[in-house]
Nanobody
Framework: QVQLVESGGGLVQPGGSLRLSCAAS????????MGWYRQTPGKLREVVAA???????NYADSVKGRFTISRDNAKNTMNLQMNSLKPEDTAVYYC????????????????WGQGTQVTVSS
């Protein structure tokens, strides 16, 4: 088990920046994949960005070039730097961590934070 706690959300004007952080309750060294998702009312939760234990990253097309995901195994944290924010980025952002059975892609642990609200508005 691992508990995840997000922080850093808030209200920002269009074009502004925010940095989200996700703190894990234990070492994330063994966690295969971590990511940020977001959800707005009436819509499915969507992946924003993900990072593997090896440091490979992926981004949704809508945030490429604006958002940067990073993880710090030494500090058990993951961050999302969000620049050039747009009103359509408004959502609740969730931190996620997935562990797989060794040598497989079968998930043995899928953990979520409680979410943090990001509002982009003038």
């Amino acid at each position: 088990q691992v508990q995840l706690v997000e922080s850093g959300g808030g209200l920002v004007q269009p074009g502004g920046s925010l940095r989200l952080s996700c703190a894990a309750s234990r070492s994330i060294f063994s966690i295969n994949a971590m990511g940020w998702y977001r959800q707005t009312p009436g819509k499915l939760r969507e992946v924003v960005a993900a990072v593997t234990s090896g440091g490979s990253t992926n981004y949704a097309d809508s945030v490429k070039g604006r958002f940067t995901i990073s993880r710090d195994n030494a500090k058990n944290t993951m961050n999302l730097q969000m620049n050039s924010l747009k009103p359509e980025d408004t959502a609740v952002y969730y931190c996620n961590a997935k562990e797989y059975y060794t040598g497989t892609s079968v998930v043995r642990g899928d953990y979520w934070g409680q979410g943090t609200q990001v509002t982009v508005s003038s």
